[in-house]
């Protein structure tokens, strides 16, 4: 019996890597792509009338049909803050925030008039599947309530992110 080989699990970082802010990484897996934070940086003194550093959507842009979902992984700005101009700029399928990051982002999108109708709170016993990715969560301590690390189950193996924690 041949047995198929995974066709390869693909992590791509659009913020967030080396910096701090923008925070937003895309698991990528056969045709399904699972976002994990979208948030913004904010400007040095230097970028006078600039108000937000945003990651470069380009790569959800081209394979904006293959999104499934948007996780997030607690409520600070650098993780949710560029959600609303996501959304302007594609179609994410649903939002799944911990309980004080959903509340967090509706305001978000309240206060810059964007509908969205499919924002969800998670807790760590819940546990989705898109395509190919198994998803399960995990809590964390942090400066902020709610926060949460994620673990994503690949044909390719297990990633794991924590977000962002702090020791007690």
């Known amino acids: 019996m041949e047995q198929k080989k995974p066709n390869g699990t693909k992590i791509v970082v659009l913020g ?3 910096e701090v802010g923008k925070n937003m990484y895309c698991v990528m897996h056969d045709n399904n792509i699972v976002i994990i934070d979208a948030g913004v940086s904010f400007p040095e003194s230097e970028l006078l009338g ?8 380009t790569f959800l842009k081209e394979n904006e049909d293959k999104v ?10 650098d993780h949710i803050g560029g959600i609303p101009f996501l959304l302007q700029s594609i179609r994410v399928p649903a939002i799944y925030a ?23 709170a998670y807790t760590e016993d ?4 898109f395509g190919t990715i198994d998803v399960e969560f995990f809590r964390t301590t942090h400066s902020i309530p709610d926060s949460h690390g994620i673990s994503l189950t690949t044909p390719d193996g297990r990633i794991i ?6 020791f007690d």
């Open 16 to 18: 967030g890597l080396g």
């Open 50 to 57: 600039i108000d937000y550093i945003l990651p470069d959507f």
């Open 68 to 77: 499934k979902a948007l996780l997030i992984t607690h409520g600070h700005e």
């Open 98 to 120: 911990p309980r004080h990051a959903k509340e967090l982002i509706a305001v978000k999108l309240e206060d810059k008039n964007i509908r969205y109708d499919n924002l969800n």
């Open 126 to 129: 819940m546990k989705l599947k």
């Open 161 to 166: 992110t924590t977000g962002d924690f702090k």
